[in-house]
């Protein structure tokens, strides 16, 4: 965990995303005729925006991934949740496809 804009993971460190220091995780239901493909469904945000709100960082994740042509049609529910605790008790919101 760290609200720095720095990771000491090196995760993934190409898009400034690490599963432990991104404020934010992103959980993508996929349709079921679409799970074959393997798609990721999982997207965290970029841990260089931590020092934003919450709600800010889902937002610009939220409009990134409405422009998604990988991912549209091929989704039914997209949950945002809090990374620092991955308990699934810790959803901050939901969206149905329908709803982006
Ligand atoms: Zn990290």
Redesign the pocket.
């Known amino acids: 965990m760290?609200n720095n804009r720095s990771?000491?993971?090196?995760?993934n460190k190409q898009y400034g995303t690490?599963t432990?220091?991104s404020k934010i995780k992103l959980g993508i239901m996929l349709k079921n005729e679409y799970k074959h493909l393997g798609l990721t469904t999982t997207v965290w945000s970029y841990?260089n925006k931590n020092y934003q709100t919450k709600e800010k960082i889902i937002a610009g994740m939220l409009r990134r991934f409405a422009k998604s042509e990988l991912y549209k049609g091929k989704y039914n529910l997209v949950i945002f949740y809090d990374n620092y605790d991955n308990s699934n008790d810790n959803e901050l919101k939901r969206y149905k496809a329908t709803e982006l």
């Open positions: 760290s990771c000491v993971h090196n995760e690490c432990i220091c841990y």
